[in-house]
């Protein structure tokens, strides 16, 4: 068993060592440039503390402070990690691909370009649907609560490692058109299956926005209404690939 397990761990370790070695170089470049990359994470924050700041006295004396003697190198660390990460898809992509491939047919491995370019996309779509939509919706939402009563300060470390899970989740949903094309084409779905698991479906993203987002219903629905379109999305290309055929 463990014998014939070993040329695909081999290949496992191959593929994931490509990806290290492209993500530690891609660490060293952005740790350079954090600064400015910092800037970027730290807009939506800044603007909803802008924001809130007219409306509430408290909240304009809001603050991002850090908590630790080294806190700014610990954040220089984590902003070039995630940035690694992010700028990483493609070859994360890419190497996933070729780790699954000796296993498809012919036709199916014409579609490494479009899952590339397709996944590449679609996490770029659900990052940027994050940052320009539920973060400035969420952050003011979650300041203004109560900023007549308290002063807002909040930590950089946990800030950086929220804003990145955010990120990183919302990308990750997006990829689920993607996910659905490549197994319908495999023929391990088809359309009548993912409409009769539609309300599992329903249930396991509201679950997955809650675990995410911060715990304000507002937000949880900008996560989990995206989702349910994109699921419904997935029908209908799961329909046109592999559509369901009676015995």
Do not use: C
Request: proline share 5%.
């Amino acid at each position: 068993m463990f014998e014939s397990l070993k040329p695909h761990l081999i290949e496992l370790r191959k593929r994931l060592a490509i990806v290290m070695g492209v993500m530690i170089v891609l660490f060293f470049v952005a740790f350079y440039f954090y600064s400015p990359i910092l800037e970027i994470i730290t807009e939506p924050l800044n603007s909803a503390l802008s924001t809130v700041g007219t409306v509430s006295e408290n909240a304009s004396d809001g603050k991002v402070t850090t908590h630790q003697v080294g806190g700014a190198f610990f954040v220089a660390l984590k902003v070039a990690f995630f940035s690694a990460f992010v700028f990483s898809v493609p070859i994360l992509l890419w190497q996933g691909w070729l780790f699954v491939a000796p296993g498809l047919y012919a036709n199916e491995k014409k579609l490494l370009i479009p899952f590339i370019i397709g996944g590449t996309t679609m996490f770029a779509i659900g990052s940027l649907f994050v940052y320009y939509i539920v973060m400035p919706f969420g952050f003011e939402f979650l300041i203004a609560f109560g900023s007549q009563n308290f002063t807002p300060y909040i930590n950089i470390e946990d800030y950086v490692g929220f804003f990145a899970k955010l990120v990183v989740g919302f990308g990750i949903a997006f990829e689920l058109p993607i996910f659905i094309l490549f197994l319908s084409h495999l023929g391990l779905v088809t359309d009548k299956s993912l409409k009769d698991f539609f309300k599992y479906a329903v249930l396991i993203i509201f679950v997955f926005a809650a675990i995410l987002t911060p715990p304000d219903v507002l937000t949880q629905l900008l996560m989990a209404g995206p989702l349910i379109f994109l699921y419904i999305i997935s029908i209908f290309i799961a329909k046109i690939i592999n559509p369901h055929k009676e015995d």
